[in-house]
């Protein structure tokens, strides 16, 4: 069994009404994951949620991701048999945040 484990947002701050995206994951040979949110800051508000996608150009919100905050905190995603190749987590602030996620997943 194949375990991965990375920092896809590392400390990255966004502005209110603005849209980031951590980095790109493969996820071939994957079939769980999970994505652990760390959301910091005195203003920090807005909503999370993931993406998908099977060609690495068009990504696309995965149904029921969205998780609204409305102060600093965390959030952990857990998602088996994923079906799609790459990955990403998309975070619009309507407060300043700061967002740092580690991603981890199981696979052969």
């Not at 998908?52 to 995965?62: E, L």
């Amino acid at each position: 069994m194949r375990n991965s484990k990375n920092t896809i947002f590392d400390s990255a701050v966004v502005s209110p009404g603005a849209t980031s995206y951590s980095s790109v994951v493969d996820l071939s040979n994957l079939f769980g994951y999970s994505a652990q949110l760390n959301l910091s800051g005195a203003s920090a508000a807005g909503t999370a949620f993931l993406q998908g996608s099977n060609d690495n150009v068009t990504f696309v919100k995965v149904l029921n991701s969205d998780q609204a905050f409305a102060a600093a905190g965390n959030i952990l995603y857990e998602y088996n048999d994923s079906y799609f190749q790459y990955f990403r987590v998309g975070i619009t602030a309507s407060g300043t945040t700061t967002v740092s996620c580690i991603f981890f997943a199981k696979g052969v």
